[in-house]
């Protein structure tokens, strides 16, 4: 889960990060859930005349205006527009900003696309100067891609990764994509010897490595957590999320049920669900098969 934004000093800390090659344009919608706003990313060579703008986020014409116009005062026009998921922090921009510069939309996910380009695993987007690699890591959602970006030694995570604090697993999401997805990433980390994680809400991460490593623990604690709480008695996601997350900001509780259903099913797929008063979990509503809403 995330934790809430940290005031104006961490928005001005993050607008303006980056790299040699790829800078921040801090969204203006900070919430619990997008903590200090979306990350919108703009990616370029120095003295290329095109630049890649990754994350749009949300339909805001201010936002919009201003990453064109940053582009622009650096010489350079926008080419392509990547989205490293379809929640609406991230992508409800993309179609506005294409009418701005006429730049097709890249998505894993068809629906997300506009022109005839799409984004898939191992494919290589070549660009204002710039070569970026998709690396699948689903889990947060079904769609979910990082983009390596390999003269930078950095990987932008979207959502898979945060600044501050921990990632859910949404509706469309899988925890074990997720956990092989963290497995995916760590390889990488030493692999392309990475230098920084760029991601999708909060501050650049300047030990990759470590931070993945604490994410990956962090999911391993999680679990235990909810099996201990499903030994207690706890009957209901509301009831597992009161104990194992009662450190977190009751405002992000509908959200952590999420992850618990993530985490039941997990389990479930495993094996490792204890029968309770002579019910399978299953039978007792607490994994999502009925559920059928989307994020």
Same mark, same amino acid.
């Given at each position: 889960?995330?934790? #809430?934004?940290? *005031?104006?000093?961490?928005?001005?800390?993050?607008?303006?990060?980056?790299?040699? $090659? %790829?800078?921040?344009?801090?969204? #203006?919608?900070?919430?619990?859930?997008?903590?200090?706003?979306?990350?919108? =990313?703009?990616?370029?060579? #120095?003295?290329?005349?095109?630049?890649?703008?990754?994350?749009?986020?949300?339909?805001?014409?201010?936002?919009?205006?201003?990453? $064109?116009?940053?582009? !622009?005062?650096?010489?350079?026009?926008?080419?392509?527009?990547?989205?490293?998921?379809?929640?609406?922090?991230?992508?409800?921009?993309?179609?506005?900003?294409?009418?701005?510069?006429?730049?097709?939309?890249?998505?894993?996910?068809?629906?997300?696309?506009? *022109? &005839?380009?799409?984004?898939?695993?191992?494919?290589?987007?070549s660009a204002a100067g710039c070569e970026i $690699?998709?690396?699948?890591?689903?889990?947060?959602?079904?769609? !979910?891609? &990082?983009?390596?970006?390999? %003269?930078? !030694?950095?990987?932008?995570?979207?959502?898979?990764?945060?600044?501050?604090?921990?990632?859910?697993?949404?509706?469309?999401?899988?925890?074990?994509?997720?956990? *092989?997805?963290?497995?995916?990433?760590?390889?990488?980390?030493? !692999?392309?010897?990475?230098?920084?994680?760029?991601?999708?809400?909060?501050?650049?991460?300047?030990?990759?490595?470590?931070?993945?490593?604490?994410?990956?623990?962090?999911?391993?604690?999680?679990?235990?957590?909810?099996?201990?709480?499903?030994?207690?008695?706890?009957? &209901?996601?509301?009831?597992?999320v009161a104990r194992v997350y009662a450190d977190?900001?009751?405002?992000? =509780?509908?959200?952590?049920?999420?992850?618990?259903?993530?985490?039941?099913?997990?389990?479930?797929?495993? *094996?490792?669900?204890?029968?309770?008063?002579?019910?399978?979990?299953?039978?007792?509503?607490?994994? #999502?098969?009925?559920?059928?809403?989307?994020?």
């Amino acid at each position: 889960m995330t934790g #809430p934004a940290s *005031g104006p000093a961490a928005r001005s800390d993050i607008d303006g990060s980056g790299t040699v $090659r %790829a800078r921040c344009v801090l969204a #203006p919608n900070p919430s619990l859930m997008t903590l200090d706003g979306t990350n919108t =990313w703009l990616i370029a060579e #120095p003295g290329s005349a095109a630049a890649i703008v990754v994350d749009p986020g949300p339909d805001d014409e201010g936002h919009l205006h201003r990453v $064109r116009a940053l582009a !622009s005062d650096a010489g350079q026009r926008v080419s392509r527009i990547l989205l490293t998921h379809g929640h609406r922090d991230h992508s409800a921009g993309a179609g506005r900003l294409a009418e701005l510069t006429g730049a097709p939309v890249l998505a894993l996910d068809p629906a997300q696309r506009l *022109g &005839s380009e799409g984004l898939g695993p191992g494919d290589v987007v070549s660009a204002a100067g710039c070569e970026i $690699r998709v690396i699948a890591t689903p889990g947060h959602t079904a769609d !979910s891609v &990082s983009l390596l970006l390999a %003269a930078d !030694s950095a990987v932008l995570t979207g959502d898979t990764v945060l600044g501050r604090g921990t990632t859910m697993i949404a509706r469309d999401g899988s925890l074990g994509d997720y956990l *092989g997805s963290l497995d995916r990433l760590r390889a990488l980390a030493d !692999s392309a010897a990475l230098a920084v994680l760029l991601p999708g809400h909060g501050p650049l991460l300047r030990e990759p490595a470590a931070t993945l490593d604490y994410y990956i623990a962090h999911r391993a604690e999680r679990l235990a957590e909810v099996q201990a709480a499903l030994a207690a008695g706890d009957t &209901s996601p509301a009831d597992i999320v009161a104990r194992v997350y009662a450190d977190v900001d009751r405002g992000l =509780w509908p959200y952590a049920q999420w992850s618990v259903r993530a985490q039941l099913t997990y389990l479930a797929e495993r *094996g490792l669900l204890p029968e309770q008063r002579g019910l399978l979990p299953e039978q007792r509503g607490l994994l #999502p098969g009925a559920d059928s809403q989307s994020h």
